[in-house]
Nanobody, 120 residues
């Protein structure tokens, strides 16, 4: 059974940093991209970043480019999202997913989400 478990969310002041993690288990994800999406209240789920598990290529939404960094640890089967210079607009539930591309419809496996709140 595939499991994606996020951790590391919380409350941080604007300008601060936070790192969220996604531990993957249950299958081999080497042919997948691992993505981070977020959903704020009343808004659609949006793409944040993705990393190709095997090659390490990374992709970012324009809104987070230069502030967020996605990375992976193959030995731990874990993907990270380092978030710096956080803004109140970054407040959302952050979801880890396994799939392809930058659209939520391309992802088959999802975690339960972790709340990130940025106070002004």
């Amino acid at each position: 059974q595939v499991q994606l478990v996020e951790s590391g969310g919380g409350l941080v002041q604007a300008g601060g940093s936070l790192r969220v993690s996604c531990a993957a288990s249950g299958r081999t994800f080497s042919s997948y991209a691992m993505g981070w999406f977020r959903q704020a209240p009343g808004k659609e789920r949006e793409f944040v970043a993705a990393i190709i598990w095997s090659g390490g290529n990374t992709y970012y939404a324009d809104s987070v480019k230069g502030r967020f960094t996605i990375s992976r640890d193959n030995a731990k089967n874990t993907v990270y999202l380092q978030m710096n210079s956080l803004k109140p607009d970054d407040t959302a539930v952050y979801y880890c997913a396994a799939g392809r591309g930058t659209r939520a419809t391309g992802y088959n496996y999802w975690g339960q989400g972790t709340q990130v709140t940025v106070s002004s």
